[in-house]
């Protein structure tokens, strides 16, 4: 169960976003087109060292209208959800795109969706902690910091471009998926949290936390 524990000065939106990419190289599309293009593709993982360069690499933005998107969206859907997870990345699929699934919780029916391009451009003061893993880290868990709400800007396969703010479990897994796209696996998320001090407080009912410096960025 998720819960809300940390509360710090509120985070600026990332300062450099990675650079747009017109089109998919021919070496993402032989990757896509690989295989029984019916099924899913196969997930990427930090044990092979090939694996851990694509995941540790930062992702390109990519065009809503490539004739190739389609087909990747299907595949990395089908992964996911083949393998019980709640978000995948293209990384995670060993495509250095800027596209995500996430499953969304805070929906009737908790629908996978499909993001092209997203960038958080917010987030808020209010922090949760709650346990991750990853399609990518096997046999791996810990508890992660992560902010409760976030502004996110996005584009879908109609080219249409959207912005909303979303709070909760589904937050924390857009920003588990996003980590990928600049390639940041949870691990290190616990790493720099664990660098910081915190101070316990009573608000509102619930524990909270609060961060004695004030200034670093988790």
Not at 8 to 18: G, K, V
Not at 51 to 78: E, F, Y
Not at 134 to 147: F, Q
Request: aromatic share 8%.
């Amino acid at each position: 169960m998720w819960r809300v524990l940390f509360l710090i000065i509120s985070l600026p939106a990332l300062a450099q976003f990675p650079k747009l990419s017109h089109g998919l190289n021919e070496q993402e599309k032989a990757l896509i087109l690989s295989g029984d293009t019916t099924k899913m593709m196969r997930i990427t993982q930090t044990t092979d060292p090939d694996d851990l360069q694509i995941l540790s690499a930062i992702s390109q933005d990519i065009s809503p209208d490539d004739p190739l998107l389609p087909l990747l969206a299907k595949r990395m859907h089908l992964a996911v959800k083949q393998a019980g997870g709640v978000g995948i990345a293209a990384p995670q699929v060993g495509v250095n795109r800027n596209a995500i699934w996430v499953q969304r919780f805070d929906k009737p029916g908790q629908p996978f969706e499909f993001y092209i391009n997203p960038k958080i451009t917010w987030k808020s003061e209010l922090l949760q902690l709650g346990a991750e893993g990853c399609l990518s880290i096997p046999d791996t868990r810990d508890n992660v910091v992560r902010s409760y709400a976030i502004q996110l800007s996005y584009s879908q396969l109609n080219g249409t471009h959207h912005t909303e703010v979303i709070e909760g479990f589904t937050a924390v897994i857009f920003q588990h998926e996003i980590d990928h796209l600049y390639g940041i696996l949870f691990p290190q998320r616990v790493d720099e949290q664990n660098t910081q001090e915190f101070k316990k407080s009573e608000e509102k009912g619930k524990v909270l936390l609060y961060n004695k410096q004030n200034n670093k960025r988790l």
